[in-house]
């Protein structure tokens, strides 16, 4: 659909690696900014990193927040929407995994558990 997305980082190396995975005709649309205000007119962001009232208040009214972020971003924005956190598929060819879970303590330490099955 040729839509821009702007990727925020201050990181020419990393937006440049991510930029090159894109198929030639489309690396066009990705475009680097370094300020949270630059996205101030976009009214869906994916974030990957927690972010603060100060950085979700330069989104403007009824954005949605997709979310891949742990621990996820706090709701400050009641005239915009927030996305759970995305589920995630093994590969079949993976053994021995039964679940995953992350578990949050005192809002400050995340910790992940795997949890394995022993197939013997």
């Known amino acids: ?69 742990v621990p996820p971003i706090f709701q400050f924005r009641k005239d915009c929407t927030y996305g759970d956190l995305a589920a995630m598929r093994l590969p079949e060819d993976v053994q021995g995994v039964g679940n995953c879970e992350v578990s949050f303590i005192f809002q400050t330490f995340t910790q992940m558990n795997i949890v394995t099955t022993n197939n013997k």
């Open 1 to 69: 659909r040729h839509v821009r997305v702007l990727m925020l980082t201050s990181s020419i190396e990393r937006f440049l690696k991510i930029q090159k995975e894109a198929p030639v005709d489309c690396q066009k649309y990705l475009v680097q900014v370094t300020k949270y205000q630059a996205a101030a007119n976009c009214k869906t962001w994916i974030v990957g990193k927690w972010i603060t009232r100060s950085e979700q208040n330069c989104a403007p009214p009824v954005t949605h927040f997709h979310q891949f972020v």
